[in-house]
């Protein structure tokens, strides 16, 4: 049972047969498990790019998607987690994929459930696919992680992403530079000496990763106006200048225009924000394609590959 | 035209009928309607299990299921159920699901509209579904409803399965015996000498079938806590070692665990929970095959059924 | 690239040729396209026609369409519609349907995304899917537009069909005469010569087009109350008598009965507004071909179209 549900716990060769796989789908490759095969996506928090990008892996990988509304669920009856995963198991659904606001919901059901469950996203946790989307973009641009800088910058406690790719770009040989506002950043669970001023960070790095402003995280609000955050800590045009020639701008999004980045950069030749969301389906259909081997009842066979496929594209 | 919308108006050789393809879906039968069909459920209430579980069958059959969520739909604009219907029928729908608080909203339909209508709960009235998955589960454990004795506990008088049930289970030769809190027992339409204090009805049960408690049809606050609720009427430890060998335990879920039942035994070896759930699927695909058949259209002929499918597996 | 925005841009000729492939698809013309596509659905308003009518439409040409919920996506975190339909267009979808309450929403897209767009209603600006299979609808009544006079009757300003009627019925030949309240009339966009009282328009029209009292779009309470307005500006069982023989009864839906149309007269054998919501279908599967046979890609071919299924049904 192949669960994913945080990039910590994959080994490095794990997250490079899941790129590999990520790559081949980017180049064409269709893969299709036997039989007709169900999934469904429990968002209980709002997601555009998450699910839809899910929902096109799935269907591309010959899935039939089950709809699953929380809000006219029995979930408003009540109805836990784990009883509604149990149920989806039940009436023969082969993977689930959750995105759920309270920190590693997968605790409660892993051991205890029979059907691969796949995470898009906890709490202010992990966001693994997100993680590895990130790292397929950056292997594109540079064939390599050993020996590049990542500038992580922004609000870094609440970010799922900025924890995951610490962790697993760090592993995979590059340095890790983390920036924005200090009272954001969290020395508890990453390494303050890596916190830099924004000014220093970005002329050095090879990839200026932005992370969303989640006012919809924060308990109060901020001491910064929107202006504020995008001159003290913002990709501004003038700071875009400094970058080191064939850096590359990435942003989760949804991006904040002119907070997080100048509205005119969103798009601009080193973005690679939309190749990101690209790359999201196909690093999805290779996170599915891995959950739905490990699955025992002969869906898999060799003939499930088709090779002509691959290399006519 | 092949509604489906109560039990009580299926004869006894309906019901067989209906389990009997339920029971070859189980075993793995495929059949398929001819062209490409459509279905559309229409939930006005919330549900993950009857839902997904049509949603499931619906695409096991090959059908097109077009969403539907009343929140965005033209109701808020005060379209009627008719209309909505009509409309449905127009573009070209070939069967609906409906659930909808409103007792016998069907009566508004039949003989009105050229699609079948499958009832997927009614107000506190019927849920003909949940009736036939809970005989399909009973007739799979027992071969036989001739001399069962069937224990039906808990909120009977907001239950649309407790009604449906009981009905079925009588004329099918079962002996139905209810318990639980008096004043949620209703008189007028049921048996009030099959009301028996749950100490009496648990020991000679062969199936004891609890219902859930539906907080959201109360319109004041029961007299009990959970806990109270729990020790007077639920299934508690104690209560399960008092069941006959052989016995099982149903309940329609989604459940209040420690409430109708200990969490622990919500899975235990007796219990037939999710095995409801798995029927459920198949349930359904027999209900819609039976509707389906009543459609002027060709959609259906021999080559449909693959027997080859229902012998291998 | 085909965006459909309004039928004010397309010209008399395009009009006709959509025309004729919607009545080629509802003669049983299959046409699909190559490889496995996507689209997606983003009524930011709500609708049961409309958008089940796409999502039929969009299945019948074999389209993968991934569900897109306002409710539950990123624009929840103040993502914008150009961000929203960026995003869909990184993630590979390739034709979207908008429905938005901000007139001209499109403007803002066109020309900076590389997906067509299919307008399914802006604010009180157009509508042109219901504008075309109102043209439908009538071509196949009467088989020509020349000559006919067509009465437009009701909320006259803040109805998206008159507005886009009116315009594409007057370039056909057809005459349009506009009836109702004279408050809810708009003589800055429309031509006030054309405005008649409604016991002047009803005997000589040919075609008896109601609008719906769309009680959302206004900001304070009209001056009528539903049997109020019924009597001065409804079709009346009365005024349908003084109809001419072969004229016809339009009605976008959903039909507020008893106000705009007797209740008796919806389903009338003048009554052609089942027929239109079916006609709904045929033009959104025309429109969706045109703009997918615009798209560079490889996606169609010659033998998309299946000659063999036009001609059999």
């Given at each position: 049972m192949q669960h994913l549900l945080t990039?910590?716990?994959?080994k490095v060769e794990e997250i490079y047969q899941i790129l590999q796989d990520a790559q081949r789908f980017a180049d064409g490759m269709t893969w299709r498990p036997n039989g007709k095969l169900f999934s469904a996506n429990l968002f209980y928090e709002n997601s555009t790019r998450t699910k839809c990008s899910f929902e096109i892996a799935e269907r591309k990988l010959g899935l039939h998607v089950i709809p699953f509304e929380v809000q006219t669920s029995s979930v408003q009856k009540g109805e836990t987690l784990y009883d509604t995963v149990k149920t989806l198991e039940a009436i023969g659904v082969h993977t689930i994929v959750i995105r759920h606001s309270?920190?590693?919901?997968?605790d409660d059901l892993v051991g205890k459930v029979n059907v691969p469950i796949i995470n898009g996203g906890d709490g202010c946790g992990h966001h693994p696919t997100q993680s590895l989307l990130d790292l397929l973009t950056i292997y594109q641009e540079f064939g390599r992680f050993k020996g590049l800088k990542i500038a992580i910058i922004g609000d870094i406690r609440h970010s799922r992403v900025a924890r995951s790719n610490a962790d697993a770009l760090t592993r995979l040989g590059a340095e890790v530079m983390f920036s924005g506002p200090e009272e954001w950043f969290d020395s508890h669970s990453l390494h303050s000496s890596r916190f830099l001023p924004i000014d220093y960070a970005i002329p050095q790095a090879d990839v200026v990763m932005l992370l969303r402003v989640q006012h919809e995280r924060h308990q109060k609000k901020g001491s910064f106006t929107a202006s504020e955050y995008h001159q003290k800590f913002g990709l501004t045009i003038e700071r875009e200048k400094k970058m080191k020639p064939g850096s590359i701008i990435m942003h989760p999004a949804p991006v904040n225009r002119n907070v997080e980045i100048a509205d005119s950069l969103v798009e601009c030749s080193r973005s690679r924000i939309f190749k990101q969301m690209k790359n999201g389906v196909f690093v999805r259909m290779a996170v599915l394609k891995r959950s739905l081997e490990s699955l025992n009842g002969g869906y898999i066979n060799e003939n499930a590959y088709s090779e002509r496929q691959l290399h006519s594209i």
């Open positions: 990039t910590n716990e994959l309270q920190d590693r919901y997968f």
